[in-house]
């Protein structure tokens, strides 16, 4: 199966929001561990170390990218089951990233995911990125096994350019 790109973009008063949603159909407490628990994390984005909670700070060791790159997040808001904030290491630009996770009333848990990114940021290879995660996220949820960057990149780029160019 080919991966669909999912992404959608809102204008802000700083910039635009990028927003990407998932569906699953465990509770918001089973998708929160796949979350933010450093053993659920490695497997789809990266493990880290450091001081969970809000105003905490850890480093994270990112797996799926080239020499493992590691970078540190402050975790601006940390509202369990249901809300993550955090921003990013200088590294990675200071990137602000939310997520919402939400009852669907029928046990399941919807996902909203956003990066709230300046008027000037390169959408398209962000997007594609996104929803290689967040669909390897919940791979590593359902116990799948993970996508490939490869089926993802360049293959979603027209989408993401494309939802750039109308913003």
């Not at 300046?118 to 919940?138: E, R």
Request: aromatic letters at 10%; a negative charge.
């Amino acid at each position: 199966m080919s991966p669909q790109p999912s992404g959608a973009l809102a204008r802000t008063p700083s910039g635009l929001d990028l927003i990407l949603v998932r569906e699953f159909a465990s509770p918001p407490a089973q998708v929160w561990a796949t979350l933010t628990e450093s053993a659920r994390t490695v497997k789809w984005f990266g493990s880290w170390t450091g001081t969970p909670g809000t105003g905490g700070v850890v480093r994270v060791r990112m797996v799926h990218e080239d020499g493992e790159h590691e970078t540190t997040a402050r975790i601006d808001a940390c509202e369990p089951p249901k809300h993550l904030a955090v921003t990013t290491g200088e590294e990675a630009g200071g990137w602000r990233l939310e997520m919402f996770l939400v009852d669907s009333g029928d046990g399941g848990t919807i996902l909203r995911f956003v990066h709230h990114l300046p008027a000037d940021a390169p959408v398209a290879d962000t997007g594609v990125g996104w929803d290689f995660y967040l669909d390897n996220f919940a791979a590593a949820h359902e116990d799948r096994p993970l996508v490939v960057w490869d089926d993802y990149y360049p293959a979603l780029l027209p989408y993401y350019e494309a939802l750039a160019e109308q913003a």
